[in-house]
């Protein structure tokens, strides 16, 4: 079983929608949550990183971390063509160094 | 504002060669990284380099070597190419090594070996 497990996709949605994305872990250990987006040919890009149960808001992104289930998930409020990419959810343990440890990927199509 | 450079951006090898991917940061970090990413598998860690001077493993070392040339400089090699090094091979920076100091990725490698 992998560590973190993200479902491959493709998420297809139309222009305005609200997009869902979700992760789990196995490993109650882990402190940092990270979301990164990666455009096709390119290296990924962080989206957003927290290290708390709850919320965190950034503009159209909104990420969500419930330690309790082991579940991360992001939103992006009116999804737009260009947020079209694959988005990888990734974790760490403070105590283990800066060693990420990233889910498969969600490909996202946001069609006009 | 380069970031994270890495060359070649794409190479064909044949089973049994060898090669070097070379990455390069100019934003003065100390920490680096080398991934792979395959389909459905994510980016997993192969080597990493916590600061100048020091080299350790990563998920996945079997098959590569690394070597810390410097502060910016930060390179792969595979001493002998196999089919299964088929991948895309992603090099990333941080300012440090501890905590969560958020990774910057450079544009891939794309190795097929034949």
């Known amino acids: 079983q992998k560590e973190v497990e993200q479902d491959p996709g493709p998420l297809s949605v139309p222009e305005g929608a609200i997009v869902s994305l979700n992760c789990t872990y196995s490993n109650s250990a882990f402190q940092y949550f990270m979301w990164y987006r990666q455009y096709s040919r390119k290296g990924p890009e962080l989206l957003m990183y927290?290290?708390?149960?709850g919320n965190k808001e950034d503009g159209r992104f909104t990420a969500q971390v419930d330690k309790s289930s082991k579940y991360i998930s992001l939103f992006i409020r009116d999804s737009q063509p260009s947020d079209s990419a694959t988005y990888l959810c990734a974790v760490l343990i403070k105590a283990a160094g800066n060693k990420l440890t990233f889910g498969g990927g969600t490909r996202v199509l946001v069609k006009p | 504002n380069a970031g994270v450079t890495q060359t070649p951006k794409f190479q064909v090898l044949k089973t049994g060669q060898s090669m070097t991917l070379q990455c390069a940061q100019d934003?003065?970090?100390?920490?680096m990284y080398w991934y792979r990413q395959d389909p459905g598998m994510g980016l997993r860690l192969i080597y990493y380099?916590?600061?100048?001077?020091?080299?350790d493993k990563g998920e996945v070392p079997n098959g590569y070597n690394v070597s810390r040339l410097n502060k910016r400089e930060f390179s792969l090699r595979l001493e002998s190419a196999a089919p299964s090094q088929t991948s895309v091979y992603f090099c990333?920076?941080?300012?440090?090594?501890?905590?969560?100091?958020?990774?910057?990725f450079g544009d891939g490698t794309r190795l097929s070996i034949l």
């Open positions: 990333a920076s941080s300012y440090s090594g501890t905590g969560n100091q958020p990774q910057h």
């Open positions: 927290t290290y708390s149960s």
């Open positions: 934003m003065n970090h100390n920490s």
């Open positions: 380099s916590a600061s100048e001077g020091t080299t």
